[in-house]
Each structure stands twice: as structure tokens, then as C-alpha cells.
């Protein structure tokens, strides 16, 4: 057991020490917060100047419907087109926008003339306000006023409220469950690999170094395997605390220093329910109270508490077969052949979560959430919408257990391939060392 713990501190010690480790510690943290922030910070940012766009209109449907913003001013111009091209080239013009006369009785055409190339915002403003003059025209020539349609247009907001069998009631967020369930696993899927990969490549670059030869000798092979992989989990999970640490720590200057408008404006909170409030339609305090309640919703000493288990226990059983992937070949590239078999399970999990959100609850949902092989991914994605917790016990009771398994698995594959030089390795060579005695 000393053998084993000197081990894992050496593997501990040795990685948290690199540059890469120290480096990406403080980049992904960078990186996610940057993902959050720069959009709002960028969309907050007011354009240099007003732009002037002419509107030469040869219909006359539209002399009045373009409004004037902060960006744009638009005048109404009766001349030539070709000299109005040219104070667009002269600069007098920011852009033109140039409504010819249509072949049939409707306008749907329009041309825009730039120095540059026009904005999609620009654009997309001047396509809308079309549209709606062209729409409101075509109902009021039937007869009906376009006031009446768009006064029929109505919101609807549904709210969904869980029943718990003590007779409670409480607000639950579908967007919000389905979002978290996403995250984890996919958090999972990518630690598993990142760090079982790191496993393996460094079994791979002990063995041809010839440095295990020397290990070897002073301590057995599976201990040499155990504190390996225990190491690098504690590497693991170090550099996901420091993320999240990071990550809290980034976001708060943020809302320190650009005040709780521009938090509002983040991909959490509002955005989390999958609609945009309206702030000239809805108070700030009842926004704030609707975060607030889905926070609330959430249970957050379970989910945090259920991706620990399943992150340590799934990295576990996939860092035990990545180091005998690693013992088994001579260098990364045999890895290949053994690794898609490995993976498969993992991937098919990330896969079918797009498809278990739809269904929690349903029993394809239930037996993956059960094998070991599929239960890191397919679990975390299910515990947001509310699990039984005596499915999530006997998953993770499934899981050691699968753990367990494929550790003695993989140690009769260790023992044997970590000595072995030269040779090239498939499924028959593994079986015989399998059943060696």
C-alpha cells in the first residue's frame, strides 16, 4: 500500500508541476468565461458613428417606414440612381437602399448599394420593415386590418410544476434540467478521455524508456497500475476545482466591474429558460426573482455530489483499460485497434443523451443508466429531471463494481504487457495473457 501511495504522489506531484498543467489551469477557466462574456461585451459596445442611408423608393409604399435609430439615419431622396451610387462612393452616403419599381402590383425586390459590405443587422432591419408594409398592404386589400392581427398575437408562458408524493408542489425548469443534464456529461466524457489518455500515454512512454524495468523490481506491477491512475485522478480533479474556482472568480469581476445589466445579458439566468424577457414588458425584480427560482430548482448537493461519484468511478474503470491499452503496444499509434472498442460505450452514451432527455424515465434510459460502461454519461444526464435515489445507489454500487472488474482485468493484461517489447499485439495475444495464471 506504501508502494502504491508513492506512486500516486510521484504521478501527482510530477504533473501538477508541468507548464501544460499550470498553463491550461488558468487558459480553460479563461476560455469559458471568455465564451460568456466577450458576446455581451462586444454587443455592448455603441457603433463609432451614425450611419446615413438613403431610401429611393420608386413605389412610394414605403416614404415613412423606415424609423431612424441610434445607428441609422435614413433620408428619403427623389434622384437619379446612378448619381445617388455615386455620393455613396463619394461618402455621403453610408449606404442606399434602392426600391425599384415591381413587374407585377407588389414590391418584393430591393437593392442595397455600400462602399462596403453592408452590416446583416442593416439588413436584416430593411428586409423586416418590407415585409411587414408589403403584409399589412396584401390584408388590408382583403379587408382586414392588420391591427387586429397583430393584436391576436399573444404570448403563452407554461410552467411546469413537479408533484413530489408528500403532497409538495414546486416549480421545475425542463430547459434548465435538460441544459445541466448536457453539461455534466459531457464534462465526464471529456475528463474520462482526457485524462485516461494520459494514463495510457504515460504507461506507453514508461515502457519504452525502459524506466518500468527498474520499477518493476521494487514494486508489483498492479500497484505500479493503481497509483498510476489514482494519481492522475487527483491531477483530475484538482485542475476541475481550480476551473470552477477560476471560472466563479472571472464572472464575479466581470459583474463587478460591468454591473448587473450586462450579467443579466449572460447565457444564464434568462437565457437558461430558453426565452428572451423583454425589459420594457417585464420588471427587473421579477427577472431577478425568476433566476432566483431556478436556482432554487436546482439541486445542486446532488448533482455536484453524483459528478464527483461518477467522474472518479468512470474514470476508474476506463483508466484501468487505457493503461492496458498502454502496457499491450509499443507506441500510440497500435493504440488505435483497441481503443474504438473501448470508446464505443462512451460514445454511444453521448449520442443517446440527445434522446434520453426526451424520456428520463423510460426503461432504455433506465438500463443504460445501470451498465458501467454507459452509467457516467447517461446518469448525469437523468439526475436533473429527478431520480430515484435508489436507482442512482445501485448505479453507483454497478459501477465500483464494473470498476473492480475491469482493474483485475486490466492487471492481468499489465503484468504481462508492460514487459513485453517488440511484439505486435491483438485480441488472441490478450486473451492467452488474460487467462494466464
Do not use: C
Not at 89 to 115: H, R
Request: net charge neutral; proline share 4%; aromatic share 12%.
Amino acid at each position: 500500500m506504501n508502494k502504491t501511495l508513492l506512486i500516486l504522489q510521484r504521478e501527482y506531484l510530477t504533473r501538477v508541476k508541468k507548464p501544460s498543467f499550470i498553463i491550461m489551469t488558468f487558459l480553460g477557466p479563461l476560455l469559458m468565461a471568455m465564451l460568456m462574456i466577450v458576446p455581451v461585451f462586444l454587443a455592448t459596445l455603441s457603433d463609432s458613428g451614425i450611419k446615413k442611408v438613403a431610401v429611393l423608393d420608386e413605389t412610394d409604399w414605403f416614404t415613412g417606414k423606415f424609423e431612424n435609430d441610434e445607428n441609422y439615419i435614413y433620408t428619403y431622396v427623389n434622384e437619379n440612381l446612378d448619381s445617388l451610387k455615386a455620393k455613396v462612393l463619394k461618402g455621403d452616403y453610408n449606404t442606399l437602399v434602392y426600391i425599384p419599381e415591381p413587374e407585377l402590383n407588389i414590391p418584393v425586390n430591393a437593392m442595397l448599394f455600400n462602399a462596403k459590405q453592408a452590416s446583416l443587422s442593416l439588413k436584416s432591419s430593411i428586409r423586416n420593415t418590407i415585409k411587414t408594409e408589403v403584409e399589412n398592404r396584401k390584408l388590408l386589400s382583403s379587408g382586414i386590418d392588420p391591427e387586429v392581427i397583430k393584436s391576436s398575437k399573444t404570448n403563452i408562458n407554461i410552467q411546469t410544476i413537479k408533484l413530489e408524493n408528500d403532497g409538495k408542489e414546486s416549480k421545475s425548469y425542463t430547459e434548465v434540467d435538460v441544459a445541466l443534464g448536457l453539461i455534466t456529461s459531457i464534462l465526464i466524457y471529456f475528463f474520462i478521455f482526457m485524462f485516461g489518455a494520459l494514463v495510457m500515454r504515460g504507461v506507453i512512454e514508461e515502457k519504452t524508456s525502459r524506466i518500468i524495468e527498474v520499477m518493476v523490481s521494487s514494486v508489483r506491477p498492479f500497484q505500479l497500475m493503481m497509483g498510476k491512475i489514482t494519481g492522475i485522478a487527483l491531477v483530475g480533479l484538482t485542475q476541475f476545482l481550480l476551473w470552477v474556482l477560476l471560472t466563479l472568480g472571472i464572472y464575479s469581476i466581470f459583474a463587478l466591474i460591468f454591473g448587473p445589466e450586462a450579467v443579466s445579458q449572460l447565457p444564464v439566468g434568462n437565457n437558461m429558460m430558453g426565452q428572451s424577457l423583454d425589459s420594457g414588458q417585464i420588471a427587473n425584480n421579477a427577472q431577478i426573482n425568476e433566476i432566483f427560482e431556478v436556482i432554487h430548482s436546482i439541486n445542486f448537493g446532488v448533482i455536484i455530489f453524483s459528478f464527483l461519484i461518477y467522474f472518479i468511478g468512470g474514470y476508474l474503470l476506463y483508466a484501468a483499460l487505457f493503461a492496458a491499452i498502454g502496457s499491450a503496444v509499443d507506441n500510440e499509434a497500435d493504440t488505435q485497434q483497441f481503443m474504438l472498442p473501448v470508446s464505443i460505450p462512451l460514445i454511444l452514451g453521448i449520442i443517446l443523451s440527445n434522446f434520453i432527455v426526451n424520456n428520463p424515465d423510460g426503461s432504455v434510459a433506465f438500463w443504460l443508466s445501470m451498465i458501467p460502461l454507459t452509467s457516467p454519461v447517461i446518469m448525469m444526464v437523468r439526475i436533473p429531471f429527478g431520480v430515484p435515489y435508489w436507482e442512482i445507489a445501485l448505479s453507483m454500487a454497478l459501477l465500483i463494481m464494473g470498476f473492480i472488474f475491469t482493474t483485475w482485468l486490466a492487471a492481468k493484461i499489465y503484468r504481462t504487457g508492460i514487459l513485453m517489447y517488440g511484439k505486435k499485439v491483438n485480441y488472441k495475444e490478450l486473451w492467452k495473457w488474460i487467462r494466464y495464471q
